[in-house]
């Protein structure tokens, strides 16, 4: 607007702005709206401040209930995609199923075209976030766990999965300061390339490092018994010695060696292997068809009294006790479907099922299975006690010692031994089987030629009954099982004696093996003046060495059971539909599905205040 003033002169208005006056004038109401206290900005202010504090509570609840969707899906080791498409995994539908019945999710949803970059945070990349913080938060828990109890067991195992890589997982084990009772811990799960010793150590320790535990709290080490892991110069457990620059006390797994104690005495006799083999055919015949199946489902229904036949374990040998128990029960059933299948089966199951029947049908395997369920379960037993969580070393002995007595006595019992003999023959009998016949039958002697020998007084004692003939075979299964047993709790031991002779300190070697287990606590050049302590002051200082020896104990991890069952996760977590997750994602789905009881106590409120501080966020969080 020029006003009247001529062609080339201003007009009113720009000469108005430009005047001192209404520069004043401005300056003084900027000072007014940034300082003042007029009443119309105050409450334009506040209601900013407050329109702004609800956006972001509102965010803040949605964030949260983000995380604790991504923290239940992979507690219980669900996906959280799809197959083909983001839109139909887990994790969406479950946010969607919350937002047809939370208002605030509702609307986050819908009013997504408002927001800045159209934010849902519903992407692979924020649930990877969210995961990861989840398994931080579960893996420095345990690393403060292990910090207050001060010194922990290493455990490793490996396994291939479904991507057909190996897998090694790394846990530990620590005395929980609160409740005093022995926690097993997930670490981590790597992949390994290197399956020496020498690798496999550095991979543990890799992990040890990444979890931040301090290898200084490091006291023993559990694995299984294979050569790269336990070996004496090459094997992982002398690796890992050499790379903390102390010795490491290393224990075997103990299920796995009662595992190895079964194994070998069934090899021992062949009269026994003879009846798992049977066992297994048994068992691969009917459930191998459907048809079979039924007609021993049917059977089983008019017997009563019968268990689902147990497949014989490759590995796990102290479950075969389950398959003897399910064949000895289900027998009549499982002879009548046999005799059921060769009247209207086809061809080749008629030709399975008849010589089933004869390798039943025999007092070899009536013997075999009569005596083995007498005597299977007692190893099971002590399988089973060993892998609870809360075992300690001294336990592990004190129960392999009762399980190794006991076997000694059913050795020793003749009589008794005798007697299941006895009742095995009755029981062929009734079923049919001619015993004495059929012994000859299956066990013809062979004297051999007198040629061959010049004092013929030395050829073998002949079998002259069927008693003394299975009697031997039973020997030979209980003798290798007893000395298998022994040497394993022999080796346990041998381990342990310097925490076991602590409280008994006559010598100075046994202070000195102390000494050299606890280098973080003592010097060599500390022996001496600690054997003379303790020869002093052992009645006062009894009571509180026991205790903390107790505690060594109860550290020592006796099995790697924990990483067996974190084995069955990973299964789970890297299923076929997703076996290439990899690397840390992983790990913490692994972890967050293995230590439960920890997932479920993490603060979801201060996840989300984390995750808020990681980056520059489009849309702020209380």
């Not at 992979?74 to 983001?86: K, V, W």
């Not at 005093?180 to 290197?194: G, S, W």
């Not at 389950?322 to 199951?349: H, M, N, Q, Y």
């Not at 003999?421 to 030629?449: C, Q, T, Y």
């Amino acid at each position: 607007m020029k006003g009247s003033r001529g062609k080339n002169k201003p007009g009113k208005l720009q000469t108005h702005f430009s005047c001192d006056a209404h520069t004043a004038a401005i300056r003084d109401y900027a000072i007014f709206v940034r300082e003042g206290n007029h009443i119309d900005e105050l409450l334009s202010k506040q209601q900013r401040r407050s329109i702004i504090d609800d956006e972001s509570e509102k965010n803040r609840e949605v964030i949260e209930m983000l995380i604790d969707v991504t923290k239940t899906l992979t507690r219980n080791g669900i996906a959280l995609r799809g197959n083909d498409s983001d839109e139909d995994g887990n994790f969406r539908q479950i946010v969607y199923l919350l937002s047809r019945h939370n208002p605030v999710m509702k609307a986050w949803l819908e009013n997504r075209s408002m927001r800045k970059y159209h934010t849902t945070y519903l992407s692979p990349q924020s649930q990877n976030e969210f995961i990861s913080l989840l398994g931080d938060e579960v893996r420095s828990q345990i690393s403060s766990c292990v910090k207050d109890a001060g010194f922990c067991s290493v455990m490793a195992d490996t396994t291939p999965d479904v991507s057909h890589s190996d897998e090694p997982s790394v846990a530990v084990r620590y005395v929980d300061v609160d409740s005093c009772l022995p926690k097993e811990r997930l670490v981590r799960v790597v992949e390994t390339k290197d399956k020496t010793g020498a690798g496999q150590a550095e991979d543990i320790v890799k992990c040890l490092k990444l979890s931040h535990i301090p290898l200084s709290t490091v006291m023993f080490q559990t694995y299984d018994s294979t050569a790269s892991m336990s070996g004496r110069f090459n094997g992982a457990q002398q690796k890992l010695s050499e790379m903390l620059e102390r010795k490491i006390p290393y224990t075997k797994c103990t299920p796995h060696g009662v595992n190895l104690v079964v194994e070998h005495g069934c090899s021992a006799s062949p009269l026994i292997g003879k009846v798992f083999a049977v066992l297994e055919k048994i068992f691969v015949f009917f459930t191998d068809s459907p048809k079979r199946n039924q007609h021993l489902k049917e059977k089983s229904e008019e017997v009563g009294n019968y268990l689902q036949l147990r497949n014989l374990s490759k590995t796990r040998w102290t479950a075969r006790p389950e398959s003897v128990e399910a064949v000895w029960r289900g027998l009549e059933a499982i002879l009548s479907a046999l005799d059921a299948i060769t009247k209207t089966g086809d061809p080749d199951s008629k030709t399975k099922a008849a010589g089933l029947i004869n390798m039943i049908l025999n007092i070899d395997f009536i013997c075999g299975i009569m005596f083995l369920k007498n005597v299977m379960y007692k190893t099971k037993s002590l399988a089973d006690y060993l892998q609870g969580e809360t075992v300690d070393i001294a336990s592990a002995l004190i129960a392999m010692e009762s399980t190794h007595d006991c076997l000694r006595r059913i050795r020793m019992a003749d009589k008794e031994i005798d007697d299941q003999i006895l009742a095995a023959i009755e029981v062929a009998r009734n079923l049919g089987v001619d015993p004495i016949a059929d012994f000859s039958r299956l066990h013809r002697v062979r004297r051999p030629s007198r040629r061959l020998d010049d004092q013929p007084e030395t050829t073998a004692v002949e079998l002259t009954n069927v008693s003394t003939f299975y009697r031997a075979e039973f020997f030979k299964f209980m003798d290798q099982m007893c000395t298998t047993l022994m040497e394993k709790q022999i080796g346990l031991k041998d381990t342990f004696n310097p925490f076991l002779k602590v409280l008994h300190p006559e010598t100075i070697q046994n202070v000195q093996e102390l000494v050299g287990a606890f280098p973080s606590a003592f010097s060599q050049e500390s022996s001496s003046a600690l054997h003379s302590e303790l020869s002093i002051f052992f009645e006062y200082a009894l009571k509180e060495h026991r205790r903390m020896e107790k505690e060594r104990q109860s550290q020592a991890a006796p099995a790697v059971l924990k990483n067996e069952r974190s084995f069955s996760l990973l299964k789970i977590v890297k299923s076929c539909s997703r076996n290439k997750i990899s690397g840390e994602r992983l790990n913490d789905c692994t972890i967050l599905a293995a230590e439960k009881d920890i997932t479920d106590v993490v603060d979801v409120t201060a996840i989300a205040k984390k995750w808020s501080i990681l980056k520059n966020r489009p849309q702020a969080i209380a």
